[in-house]
């Protein structure tokens, strides 16, 4: 008996695009940046090198197009987080849990540091995404916030450039000087506990009818 072999199921190219962008999203947590290739990819999908070539062109646009999709969900977690921060949702602590986390569970940061290395061009959209974020985030109008405006460019590169360099070298750099797991966590909370803390004294003492 003759078994025929199974039909490759054929696919949009708007669905190939999200497919193959999300089986490399799975390469990058699992093996790192280097390893995203226009092969490694048509292997996890089961489908031939060409169709994955035809698409995408080359390793590079693949590897970019993985960047701007992963970019695009640590950019959107920081607006959550910064958000829930000012309405008073989570405390600082939550906000660095939840930034830390998406850098760890991403391979955003490993995916950064190798850009950095590579191609530095290929961050330029990540900077102007950001250069956009603070913003953004000040058209949101949250009574009671303590966060001011004219402070959420340093409180979201505060929490990104942690959140990066622990997950580069945070736990084996924390193993060698013989510190806790989770100290660039802790250090990074209280740090921001100890700004915003600060900055609403601050603001108390500026208001009208305040003691000076």
Do not use: Y
Request: glycine share 10%; charged share 25%.
């Amino acid at each position: 008996m003759t078994i025929e072999p199974p039909r490759r199921r054929r696919r949009h190219p708007d669905e190939l695009r999200s497919e193959a962008v999300g089986a490399a999203r799975d390469i990058l947590e699992r093996f790192g940046p280097a390893a995203i290739t226009l092969q490694s990819v048509a292997g996890a999908l089961g489908m031939a090198h060409g169709s994955i070539t035809h698409h995408f062109g080359t390793a590079a646009n693949l590897q970019a197009a993985v960047a701007d999709d992963v970019i695009g969900q640590l950019l959107e977690d920081v607006r959550r987080g910064v958000r829930a921060l000012r309405a008073g949702d989570i405390d600082e602590a939550g906000l660095v849990d939840l930034v830390f986390d998406t850098f760890a569970q991403t391979g955003v940061g490993r995916l950064i540091g190798w850009l950095a290395a590579t191609d530095r061009q290929m961050l330029e959209p990540l900077f102007s995404r950001f250069s956009r974020l603070p913003s953004e985030l000040a058209g949101d109008t949250t009574g009671g916030s303590t966060v001011a405006d004219h402070e959420l460019p340093a409180l979201v590169k505060g929490i990104v450039s942690g959140a990066l360099s622990a997950s580069l070298i945070g736990d084996e750099l924390d193993h060698a000087l013989g510190l806790p797991r989770s100290f660039a966590k802790r250090r990074a909370a209280r740090e921001l506990t100890l700004r915003r803390g600060a900055s609403i004294v601050s603001c108390e003492f500026r208001r009208p009818g305040s003691q000076s």
